[in-house]
């Protein structure tokens, strides 16, 4: 299906309605309004980059005895520039390029923290069961070549990068895992965190590549606030969101590829419930457009085997704490969205709904240890 039959956005429809409507249901939608940034110098990168560009920023009370504590996030949604057959150096440099201008846009725009899309620098292959050439991506976290280049920009622009690639580990049998590198805003590998949850849905049967990731829930401490990284799959797993609020996140990015067909109806709840169950701020990634392969594949459900496996609606967007969240990026093209957030908003929602005081995560732990035991019984009353 071409982006040309595609909607552009929800946010497009809405604003077809009189103002006051218009605002009225946004606000039921959308939570507390937000107010757009002034980014005139972003704005023109954008245009000569030829890159949608959507700001926002979230408001939080001020505090006495705390100074704010501001942060820009950005979060980059983009099609690929080449055909997915495209020579593999090839589409890795053009995508490359793609990513510097993005993160060139986002550095005059202010931003801290930078997220990129899931597996970023390469199609979205998984889905046609080839080793070949698509394992041929796959490199080292630490110092691979796609590290090794946003290394560089992320020392230019005093940013933290993360960048969700293929990873290879030649340590442990070269074994192959969806991976989040995470580069600190000195250019320096400050950890990585692999996929928790891995598909077995349709075409997104990815454990033909990798398996759960080993790494837990990782909480990465950066200048700019505590960031986790919640790969694709896991934003349908409450608990894996679960699990970063208990190691401290403040911000869980969500770099995901994920198609209308399959998810879209799901896309803008659960990041934006997971801000709102956890008190921290969610960055929801997805990418843009139909990618196209060689060989046909089937999806196990009975229908005619097809090349590509649907269209990829990006709507990526940010969701705070307080269940207010930005407008989304467009459905069409590709795009930054720039965040200005304040992360003492997230104390104030945990003092105002007090979510985590009241969890009983006690009783959910000898719950659950219960749970996972062969003889474990239902707690379910019957009549006698």
């Known amino acids: 299906m071409s982006s040309q039959q595609q909607f552009e956005s929800v946010e497009k429809i809405l604003s077809k309605l009189p103002p006051e409507d218009h605002q009225q249901i946004r606000n039921v939608l959308y939570g507390t309004h937000t107010t757009q940034l002034h980014l005139p110098d972003a704005e023109t990168k954008a245009r000569d980059y030829d890159l949608e560009l959507v700001s926002c920023r979230f408001d939080s009370a001020q505090e006495q005895l ?28 053009a995508l490359f390029k793609l990513a510097e201008k993005a993160i060139d846009t986002a550095a005059t725009g202010g931003v801290n923290v930078f997220c990129l899309q899931e597996a970023w620098n390469m199609p979205f292959a998984f889905c046609t069961r080839e080793k070949y050439p698509w394992c041929e991506y796959a490199e080292s976290a630490e110092d691979g ?16 990068i993360i960048s969700p690639i293929l990873e290879r580990d030649d340590v442990h049998g070269h074994t192959i895992w969806n991976t989040a590198v995470v580069i600190d805003n000195y250019g320096d590998y400050l950890g990585k965190h692999r996929k928790n949850h891995i598909p077995r849905v349709g075409d997104f049967n990815e454990s033909t590549y990798y398996v759960e990731g080993n790494t837990g829930h990782p909480v990465f401490q950066t200048e700019f606030g505590k960031i986790g990284v919640n790969i694709c799959y896991g934003r349908h797993h409450p608990l894996n969101w679960l699990m970063f609020g208990v190691n401290g996140a403040e911000i869980v990015f969500n770099p995901s590829a994920t198609v209308g067909t399959l998810s879209e109806p799901l896309w803008g709840i659960e990041a934006r419930n997971a801000a709102i169950a956890n008190s921290y701020f969610t960055c929801a990634i997805n990418r843009v457009g139909t990618e196209v392969f060689e060989t046909e594949f089937t999806s196990g459900d009975g229908k005619p085997a097809h090349k590509d496996f649907g269209y990829f609606y990006g709507a990526s967007y940010i969701a705070a704490p307080d269940g207010s969240r930005s407008t989304g990026l467009s459905r069409t093209r590709t795009g930054l969205l720039i965040a200005e957030l304040d992360l003492n ?40």
């Open 66 to 93: 705390r100074a704010p504590r501001v942060v820009r996030v950005g979060i980059f949604q983009n099609k690929l520039p080449l055909p997915p057959n495209s020579p593999i150096k090839d589409q890795r440099n």
């Open 145 to 160: 070549p796609t590290t090794a280049f946003l290394k560089e920009l992320a020392r230019r622009y005093n940013m933290v």
């Open 345 to 384: 908003l997230c104390r104030q929602i945990r003092d105002h709904w007090n979510f985590q005081m009241t969890q009983r995560l006690d009783m959910y732990a000898e719950s659950l240890s219960k749970a996972i035991k062969p003889d474990f019984v239902p707690q379910i009353i019957h009549k006698n």
